[in-house]
């Protein structure tokens, strides 16, 4: 599976779920989902 979203675990969640429910097809994952929380960001 390819993740087409990343969403920060300080990203809103009430967004999240907006976009999914308006489309469902969209690939979005949550740092809340993988694991991911409590791990600091990396710039580029």
Same mark, same amino acid.
């Given at each position: 599976?390819?993740?087409?979203? !990343?969403?920060?675990?300080?990203?809103? !969640?009430?967004?999240?779920?907006?976009?999914?429910?308006?489309?469902?097809?969209?690939?979005? !994952?949550?740092?809340?989902?993988?694991?991911?929380?409590?791990? !600091?960001?990396?710039?580029?």
């Amino acid at each position: 599976m390819t993740i087409r979203f !990343q969403a920060d675990a300080d990203f809103n !969640q009430n967004i999240v779920s907006g976009v999914l429910r308006r489309e469902p097809r969209i690939d979005f !994952q949550t740092a809340l989902v993988t694991d991911l929380e409590g791990l !600091q960001d990396i710039s580029c």
